[in-house]
């Protein structure tokens, strides 16, 4: 069955860095983008950064472009994102989450979240 | 970006009732749009794509309408397990943004 298991996170201080990592399994990893979404304290979900299938199309929120960069090792089935001069607004929980696309006809698709990491807890705290 | 706007922020409702949570984009998004449950301390679940295509394994009591630029789910019957934040999102295009959620608990 499809998983995505989710580590790395932490507490750190601002301006510190910290690497997440969600490792797939159950699915031909290579074959899917793959995005991660935050969530603040009580709050909804903000989606943080996309990577296509191949790590030739990479995007950003404007709120951590310059900071984070996403990255992905197909051979591995790992999907990363490395945060750096994190602050506190930062704070959350992070989900990886797998794109799959679906077509009702050759030329309409809709893309789906359809799976999810269980989340790691990143703090930002002095 | 897409703006998305969803109503209402929360709702009380008993067991057996129907329920409807409305979204509304600030663009044309067709019918790339997304719903999704979320309990506490859970990730996000996906419940409807394409604003009304039932996801594989989700209960037929959930269903979501609407195209262009509003949007519902709506749950019928609702059963102790449903009560927990509901989320729309835009998969039209990056940035992809969602709903500010709405809570559906006890009444």
């Known amino acids: 069955q499809v998983q995505l298991v989710q580590s790395g996170g932490g507490v750190t201080q601002p301006g510190g860095s910290l690497r997440l990592s969600c490792i797939a399994s159950g699915f031909k990893f290579g074959s899917n983008a793959m995005h991660w979404v935050r969530q603040s304290p009580g709050k909804g979900l903000e989606w943080v950064a996309f990577i296509d299938y191949d790590a030739k199309y990479i995007s950003y929120a404007d709120s951590v472009k310059g900071r984070f960069t996403v990255s992905r090792d197909n051979s591995k089935g790992a999907l990363y994102l490395d945060m750096t001069s994190l602050a506190d607004d930062d704070t959350g929980v992070y989900f990886c989450a797998r794109q799959q696309t679906f077509y009702s006809h050759p030329r309409i698709y809709y893309d789906k979240l359809d799976f999810w990491g269980q989340g790691t807890q990143v703090a930002v705290s002095s | 970006d897409i703006q998305m706007t969803q109503s209402p922020s929360s709702v009380s409702a008993s067991v057996g009732d129907r329920v409807t949570i409305t979204c509304r984009t600030s663009?044309?998004?067709?019918?790339?749009l997304n719903w999704y449950q979320q309990r506490p301390g859970k990730a996000p679940k996906l419940l409807i794509f394409?604003?009304?295509r039932l996801q594989s394994g989700v209960a037929s009591r959930f269903s979501g309408s609407g195209s262009g630029t509003d949007f519902s789910l709506t749950i019928d019957s609702l059963l102790p397990e449903d009560f927990a934040h509901y989320y729309c999102?835009?998969?039209?295009?990056?940035?992809?943004?969602f709903g500010g959620g709405t809570m559906v608990d006890v009444k």
């Open positions: 394409g604003a009304s």
């Open positions: 999102q835009q998969s039209k295009s990056t940035p992809l943004t």
């Open positions: 663009h044309n998004i067709s019918t790339h």
